[in-house]
């Protein structure tokens, strides 16, 4: 499956934005998904998951209560709803698609199969 997610931007802390991830190539509701984000030097890390029917969600502790994902899989498409974002909350966020199922342990980058370009989230204070 193909992905490309767009929608990051520049967000002062406090505010919000809503990411995107557009599927192609394969059938979508076959997949989970997910988000991960990277800072510059520091490792690729799990932001939140969601089975392929959208009924499970999972989230990493820091973003739980703020962050949101969900899917439409009718549009071939998975969203983050990010709210009260933080300075910590810069990265370039990253949709993923993985053929396993989707529980609370699948939060390593090697556990996905296929990966979008990235997009830029940069909050200021």
């Known amino acids: 499956v193909q992905l490309q997610a767009f929608g990051g931007g520049l967000v002062q802390a406090g505010g919000f934005l809503r990411l995107s991830c557009a599927a192609s190539?394969?059938?979508?509701?076959?997949?989970?998904m997910a988000w991960f984000r990277q800072a510059p030097g520091k490792e690729r890390e799990f932001v939140a998951s969601?089975?392929?029917?959208?009924?499970?969600?999972y989230y990493v502790d820091s973003v739980k209560g703020r962050f949101t994902i969900s899917r439409d899989n009718a549009k071939n498409t998975v969203y983050l709803q990010m709210n009260s974002l933080k300075r910590e909350d810069t990265c370039v966020y990253y949709c993923?698609?993985?053929?396993?199922?989707?529980?609370?342990?699948?939060?390593?980058?090697?556990?996905?199969?296929?990966w979008g370009q990235g997009t830029q989230v940069t909050v200021s204070s």
């Open positions: 993923t698609a993985t053929t396993r199922a989707i529980v609370p342990g699948l939060r390593r980058t090697y556990d996905y199969d296929s």
């Open positions: 969601i089975s392929y029917a959208g009924v499970s969600t």
């Open positions: 190539g394969r059938t979508f509701s076959h997949y989970g």
